[in-house]
């Protein structure tokens, strides 16, 4: 990259207001950075931006320019006709319309304000949900506070949520200038996105509801509140316009309720990472059947070691990630299974993978048996991918392959200490009660699949070492596993540790993140879950932590994830699965 010519001139001390303004982003080249600074400034008020470069006069391709400054209230961003002093070329005028028209889709959306009434589970459920609402104004029954009140005593998560919802509360009503008559900003703790205010309920409200529903019962008034507030805001009044009143909660018989009233009522969105579990980021990508032929001319290839690279350009590029798998399978041809390594402008890198269906490349005994199952075990044998996430149905391996690859390398490669396996304690049935023992005898009932697949692997591998050599081998792995639950996780650091979350599905993304956030140097993480099965209460496939996890790290270098499509377990569970 070329460096900027030498300034022509002396700088000037900055004034005390420009310190205090935000920097422009630079985006393009030099001619639109100062033609779209010119553009801008030329209707602001205020503190003058911070310039960081100076203009020259050959970058512009001759005098500056002086551009018409825009209309500050003007319904859309239009650029005045320039002077006939002005020697404005065409081109010029066209890169002032382009930059016009991206401050009109940054600008605030200019329609109804709406007054949503929150639910008490909405803040125990998102104690942030509060700056989760854009521009729209927020309403709390006084119901609402009182049932907060009550679920802020315990240890759990939801304890943990209603005490943070009442510390921000509290420092909204604690800010300076703060008025509850008025409504409280929403924006004077920082969370600058929003633009709304904040409403208590402060006054006894009016309002009739159908003899069917018991006064006494707190969702009930609920919906008197909001029946009251549709009421008032129906029609304009002095100081108060005509707005819409919509009721957020994630209880689904009182949205029910709410709409069998005539009242608009809604689901808590802001939650779910995904609208539909189909979006979600597989991990893999089938080239077209015609991808050879048509970049023949265009492709570039190399042999490193053992892998063969690819250098490919052209529409796909663009949708590409890194560490995402590539496959081309067509019939009379020779198949191809990569992954992209590097993203650079309008090229990638595709490498070659190793291939673990092969006897001779065996984990732990272990032999990948379809597609999906060998990008997976590429995955988990890379030093330089320190979090997988494995998704599917039962009986595609994932724990099998992950107990595989961990026991090789921490007997075989010793590239880590020990593997720490834990997972979300959430009973399919009724819960069975206390258990005894200690923390791992206690985590005992839960790892059935451990026991499981530590049989099956302690089998293949000890050969005909005899009975005496298989307990020593079953000995020698169970010391090296430890089992540990989520419960004591936090504060906790692991240092070269290989880390398995079995059933992540069940999850929330606060705990997801707690759990990853333990990994120190040289720790690898592995989630594994399937999506169908999701057992913890108010949690769906939209909102689940492992699919905050898989959405939330695609495409970074350190970090890969792949959807397991076929099941090995057995012919009867695969037809149990599709069927059941």
């Known amino acids: ?276 579990g189909d979006l979600l980021y597989s991990g893999s990508l089938a080239l077209p059947p015609d991808f050879w032929t048509r970049q023949s001319k265009t492709i570039e290839s190399w042999q490193s070691g053992s892998s063969t690279f690819y250098r490919v350009s052209g529409p796909i590029v663009p949708n590409l990630f890194i560490n995402q798998f590539i496959y081309f399978e067509a019939p009379g041809e020779p198949s191809m299974y990569a992954r992209v390594t590097e993203i650079r402008d309008k090229t990638a890198v595709l490498k070659t993978l190793k291939d673990y269906g092969s006897v001779k490349n065996a984990v732990w005994g272990v032999n990948t048996r379809n597609r999906e199952q060998n990008f997976a075990m590429n995955l988990l044998m890379d030093p330089e991918v320190d979090f997988v996430t494995l998704t599917g149905t039962a009986g595609t391996g994932k724990t099998l392959m992950a107990l595989a690859s961990g026991l090789t390398q921490v007997l075989d490669d010793r590239r880590y200490t020990e593997i720490i396996m834990t997972r979300a304690t959430v009973s399919v049935g009724e819960d069975i009660g206390f258990l005894p023992g200690t923390e791992e005898e206690k985590m005992g009932p839960w790892m059935g699949a451990l026991d499981d697949n530590l049989e099956f692997l302690a089998k293949g591998d000890s050969g005909g070492a005899g009975e005496w050599g298989r307990a020593a081998t079953n000995e020698l792995i169970r010391s090296k596993i430890k089992i540990k639950s989520m419960n004591f996780m936090r504060g906790r650091t692991f240092l070269n540790k290989y880390v398995i979350i079995d059933e992540a599905q069940n999850l929330t993304p606060k705990q997801m993140k707690t759990l990853v956030t333990r990994a120190g140097p040289g720790t690898k993480i592995i989630c594994m879950g399937n999506l169908a099965q999701i057992d913890t209460p108010y949690l769906t496939e939209g909102s689940s932590g492992l699919t905050f996890a898989v959405d939330k790290f695609k495409g970074w270098p350190h970090s890969g994830h792949i959807t397991l499509a076929r099941g090995e377990r057995s012919r009867l569970a695969d037809f149990a699965s599709e069927v059941l």
């Open 1 to 276: 990259m070329p460096l900027p010519p030498a300034p022509t001139k002396r700088a000037s001390m900055l004034s005390p207001s420009a310190h205090d303004a935000p920097a422009r982003s630079s985006q393009g080249r030099s001619g639109r950075r100062s033609t779209d600074r010119k553009s801008e400034d030329g209707g602001a008020t205020g503190p003058r931006p911070l310039e960081l470069f100076d203009r020259h006069a050959d970058e512009a391709g001759g005098s500056v320019e002086t551009l018409p400054a825009l209309k500050a209230k003007a319904p859309a961003p239009v650029a005045k006709a320039p002077s006939p002093s002005t020697s404005e070329t065409p081109e010029t005028a066209a890169v002032v319309l382009r930059q016009a028209q991206p401050r009109a889709k940054r600008s605030k959306a200019n329609g109804p304000v709406k007054l949503f009434v929150l639910d008490t589970n909405v803040l125990l459920h998102d104690p942030m949900c509060l700056f989760r609402f854009e521009e729209h104004d927020i309403f709390l029954p006084m119901i609402v506070l009182e049932e907060l009140d009550g679920h802020k005593k315990g240890t759990t998560e939801v304890a943990r949520n209603g005490r943070q919802a009442s510390r921000t509360l509290d420092a909204l009503a604690a800010a300076q200038g703060a008025d509850i008559g008025k409504g409280l900003k929403l924006d004077t703790t920082g969370h600058r996105e929003s633009g709304g205010k904040l409403f208590f309920q402060t006054e006894p409200l009016e309002y009739t509801l159908p003899t069917s529903l018991p006064q006494g019962k707190a969702d009930n008034q609920i919906l008197g509140v909001v029946q009251a507030l549709s009421d008032l805001n129906s029609k304009d009044a002095p100081g108060r316009p005509k707005r819409e009143v919509v009721l957020v909660s994630k209880d689904i018989n009182m949205r029910v309720k709410a709409r069998a009233l005539g009242l608009h009522a809604d689901d808590y969105q802001n939650d779910k990472t995904l609208d539909d």
